[in-house]
């Protein structure tokens, strides 16, 4: 149906009113000429012509349009039963609200992250290529002559591209000061692979790749946020000069609008590189690159899969290395938008949009309860309809108008609360997910709303519509109707759909209670330091300023000086990352008498331990005495003394053993072994760690850049509350450099509070749902009886009359909640122990069938209801006979 055939439906309509209302007139006329007055001439025309409506109704209904005008008609009748009946409108549109606003935001954020494609051409062709051993410890990062050799012998690719971030903490100069950006070196034919050009300029030019500076040497592309922020949007950007770190690029370029490469949260701005092959990329011990290829059309990743599987084989028998060769020897193939989540994050996210469309059917079910009260109390009304002509299918449609209206009045309110919780919950969603939730719908929201609507208004009003106007009319047009026959089938179906909703509240309580006991055990870790009154700076380093100078002296000891002597502060101290931050953590790899070490490497500086109150297992930690002149140290934890001890049974034997240089000739010497401590995750065993000391890292040692000049953490001790000390703090670091004005300033607590993850998340939107939940229980049940109760009134009242005890009433509804409340729980606890494996993977230090967790949220729902029960029982018992009976 279009508009062209409703406006020429309405044509017809006023066609035909005309044509009657013409014959009508005509026939008037006739008769007033034949000499009969006019009053009497119009009421035999209306003789000769019957129901006049009629007849309009018949033409309109062969016309198409009557169905369109009973719509118009039942959407005005339910807004007048909304008027009528403002507090059960109140009850109905609140409840289906929360039910549709908790489904709404999750999957608000689902499509964001999970559903949502990213925005290239075809992206469902664009594959990430990576190396592994095949046993699922994949390396992810490919070097080059593995590359090109895929280049050459694969057929399942259109092209293959590859990138590496920017090396460092990355300024760009702009008009106004430094802006920190996220840098990427690409290989030139990756916003081709991608299919997204620039919107000004050019993308670098295709050449092949060569170990030489070619012609894209030099230049550089803009992301528009950066064009924006750093030069004002000036469209003669093209050809000028730009500086990063005191290195000059030529802007050839600037992307679209909303263009992010690598995809994920962004920071301030973005650019990218084009990639230089050197020297290193000759060697194949190298593994530097990330791989994207797009697929040939009509090639499956499967395909490809197979075919780069039997390539890799033949590219990793050439390594000489066996280890190289085994790490190497198998391919990984993942769509690029399934890469960018975590499997742990998207079992998560689905696990919570389960629980949202639980609290949902939990909702549908509590006003389908309310509806069918409704129902029973309109049985005289439906009747009269019926006895009136009305058909089944109009009785049916106006009630299902009635339940759109309410269903889309909720839809609407429900569309508010969710985008405004995704909006409240930004922060902490942010912590967690890749990619940011907008809290703007766009069609696929809508749409899944509107269906949300649909679905509610069906779920909700189909039961009670089809029970009533299937009820007897006779019985229901006699005086006290309503308490005859259906009554007693209703309280059955109202008395099943309370123990549903017991069950289903059941089941999101158990799995609140599981993460609220899982985030309680996961508080009660010992961490191996201390946490409170610290205050963590994450400073972005500007290495190009101290070209050619110490860092360690021009930087950190006078900043360091300048916050010890701060009001307040206890201690004060550096670290290259403080521990559960999870934002860089840097892996040292290398042989000793063949062996291979691994271990997490940081640097810290000696004030560090009274900061954090480190326990030391044996030796000594760094002191003033480790200065850049004096010998080299290294402190190593447990796990490393442990691995690596020549003495596998005295850890401690690891002492003065000497490891690797520090610089040439100066190798470093084991001092100290720490105590264990959780390092990346709370859930997470200690990996082997060493620490080297902030004072010893000088311009020629080893690990000055990758240390000193990238990553850095200001970790201050207070004696006042940390709110008053970050202010001045922040000044300090003002003074010290530029860049250090917009660093990230937080709480050691809030950084292990943060390092829960996604068992923090779930635990908070499922408090939400689960007390959502058992408030819509309670509210059902308590509906429930209250209703009985005012029903049988008059049965409560001749009880009471015959001698029947009060207190024997009141024991009549605690037993009828007590039945549907034990059948809930009996449902309910073995929906919980079915759903307790999805949740298994969140889980610490309790299980998905833990029977305390049960017992508790089973006893919890079941006072909670009986609470709610106990006010119309205690009705129940007090009914006054005589006003009972004069009542009916």
Known sequence: MNLRWIMGALRRKSDLTEELESHFRMAVADRVARGESRAEARRAAMRDFGNVGLVQDVAREAAGLLWLEWLGRDFLYSLRQIRRSPAFAAAVIGTLALGIGAAAAMFTIVDHVLLRPVPYRDPGRLVVISEGNGKGAAAYLAPWLDIEEWMKQSRSFEQIAFSTGMFGRNFLEGKATALKIQGEEISPNLFGVLGVQPALGRGFIQETPSFVAGKNAGTIVLSDAVWREAFGGDPRILGQGVEINDASYTVVGVMPPGFRYPEGPAMAGEVWTPIQLGENDKDSRSANYHVIGRLRQGVSAKTASEEMSLIQKRVAAGYTDPNVRQSRSAISIERYGNSLVDADLRKALLALLAASGVLWLIASVNVTNLLLARSMARQREIAMRGALGASRWRVVQQMMMEGLVLSGAAALLGLVGALGSVKLLAHELSQHLPVAASARPNTMILLVLFGLTVVSAALSTAWPTLLAVHAPIEPALKEGGTHTGMGRRHHRLRSALVAAEVAMSLMLLVACGLLLKTIYTLRRVPLGYRTDHIIVADLNIPAFRFAGRNMTQALYEPLLERVQHLHGVESAGLVSEVPLSQTRALRLEYRVNGVPIVALIKAVSPELQEVFGFRMAAGRFFGPEDTATSQPVLVVNQTFARLYAPDKHDPSAILGTKLLDLKKNAPMQIVGILDDERQGRVTDVAQPEVEVAIPQLTPDAIFYMPMDGTTMDVAVRTEIPTMEMIPELRDILRRASPEFQNATITTMDQIVEDSYGSQRLAAHLLEIFGGSALLLCVAG??????????????????????????????????????????????AGAALALASGRVLRG??????????????????????????????????AAYVNPAEALRGE
């Open 842 to 875: 969140f889980l610490y230090g309790v299980t998905a069938h833990d029977g305390w967790t049960l017992v508790g949220a089973a006893a919890l729902l079941s006072a909670s209801g009986l609470v709610a029960a106990y006010l119309p029982a205690r009705r």
């Open 781 to 826: 049940l308590y509906g429930l009886l209250a209703y009985v109760v005012t029903q049988r009134t008059r049965e409560l009242g001749v009880r009471i009359a015959l001698g029947a005890q009060r207190g024997n009433l009141q024991w009549l509804v605690m037993r009828q909640a007590g039945a549907m409340l034990l059948a809930g729980v009996a």
